[in-house]
């Protein structure tokens, strides 16, 4: 379970989408839940950490999420040791006062600063519509989704991110409620196939996208 990547330069900027993996290789599900650990670690709204993982490491899994995925995507579901679908959950302020608490016990904040973020935050999330509660689970999914595939090579495995899927069926698909979830995206992990090539792919200069204001 270690990392076995500590060099920041190497594991972000070497990083490219790898979409056909060995698929002899298993990680274990500790690693999994090692690596999704690390990546929660990510900032979220309020520290609302509305996010949620549906690990598919099985064949019976992958022939579930199947059903959704788009074709273009079958070599990372069908190579990968594990897909981690990221959804968002729009319920997580409903136990938002449980995180906040622990701090407080652990002595961390005072009692006038737990109040204030109980009254500040949760009227915010508990008269929030849909859009909203959405779009913020939709923003805390993609955070913690960044840092996982950056975990992933910390840990020796390359990633491919995709929401190739039908995103009305998809969470059924994985056994969620779409009534409570989002799908925010899948992230394909597991190590690269012999013969694969790397795509380096370009980005935009920069300066072009940015205005001082
Ligand atoms: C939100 C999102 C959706 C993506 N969906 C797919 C996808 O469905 N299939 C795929 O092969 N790659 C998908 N990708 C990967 C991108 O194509 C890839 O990140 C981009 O081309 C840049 O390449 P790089 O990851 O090698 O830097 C997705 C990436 C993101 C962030």
Redesign the pocket.
Known sequence: MPVTNNDFSQVMFD?????RFDPSVTIPRAELQAMIASATTAPSACNLQSWHFVVIDTPEAKAKFKQAA?A??YP?VDTASAIVFIAGDTHSHLVYRDVWQKVYEAGKISKEKLDQIFNTFLPLYEHAGRDFLTLDATIDG?MV?MQL?LVARAHGYEA??????DFKTVLPAVGLDPARFVPV?AIAIGRPAADVPV???QRYDSQTLTEFL
């Open positions: 990083r490219h989408s790898v979409r788009m273009f995507n990372q993609a989704g595939l491919n991110p995709f929401s190739g899927y995206m795509l380096k792919t």
